[in-house]
């Protein structure tokens, strides 16, 4: 049972690299969801895609992309890599039917 | 838009007190639900419990409870007889899909230390 995998676990990006961080998860869920969390907050959703071939803007979109390529993956893409995009980048997923979500290990990503 | 507001930045207890994790939660919706989890050190996020706003009698799983008062809005997290595998950081809530984004929105987190 591997439920939301992401990878990778840690990378480091220069200012202005581009990189994507994938996610899977194998639970057959509708909704997936990226969530960033900064150092004194909690979770802050960047983006989320309710169903395959869907996706929409959470709180914090800017500096993202996302591409819901099937039912399991959903990708968060940084174009041009940012210090302010130093975080702690979480996929997770859920379905309608069942409240809770899952979440990933996390993707500690540090851009300098 | 949902607004969870955790107030206790950082509670220290002794093991095997009870502890109490204020939640207070801002909504328009009539539906909604809310969540508790839990973020170790290792810093994967582990659901605790949830509640639903129609669930007329407050949600358990073992040693967590949720204290839920619709009126005062409020979703307080109670832990009995607490260990010291319970320190951990952890997180209220809410979900609610009208009327705006879909998805979680949760609130700074409480860090809590047991002490032996």
């Known amino acids: 049972n591997a439920g939301v995998t992401q990878t990778p676990k840690f990378q480091v990006l220069k200012t202005g690299q581009s990189m994507t961080l994938q996610c899977a998860q194998d639970?057959?869920?509708?909704?997936m969801y990226w969530y960033r969390q900064d150092p004194g907050m909690g979770l802050r959703l960047i983006y989320y895609s309710a169903s395959e071939g869907t996706t929409d803007k959470g709180e914090v979109p800017n500096g993202y992309n996302v591409s819901r390529l099937n039912k399991r993956e959903f990708s968060l893409r940084l174009e041009s890599a940012a210090p302010s995009q130093t975080s702690v980048y979480f996929c997770a997923s859920s379905e309608i039917s069942d409240p809770e979500a899952f979440f990933g290990q996390g993707t500690r990503l540090t851009v300098v | 838009a949902q607004k969870i507001t955790q107030t206790q930045p950082g509670m220290f207890v002794q093991e095997k007190e009870a502890v109490t994790l204020d939640c207070t939660y801002d909504?328009?919706?009539?539906?909604?639900?809310l969540f508790w989890y839990k973020q170790p050190s290792s810093g994967e996020m582990i659901f605790l419990i949830y509640?639903?706003?129609?669930?007329?009698q407050n949600a358990t799983e073992g040693r967590y409870s949720l204290n839920f008062q619709k009126a005062r809005k409020s979703a307080n997290l109670v832990i009995s007889a607490s260990q010291l595998g319970d320190s951990a950081m952890y997180f209220c809530?809410?979900?609610?899909?009208?009327?705006?984004?879909?998805?979680?929105?949760f609130g700074k987190g409480t860090h809590l230390i047991i002490q032996p």
């Open positions: 639970m057959n869920h509708n909704s």
């Open positions: 509640q639903g706003s129609y669930d007329e």
């Open positions: 909504t328009s919706d009539q539906s909604y639900g």
């Open positions: 809530a809410i979900y609610s899909s009208g009327g705006g984004a879909d998805g979680l929105t």
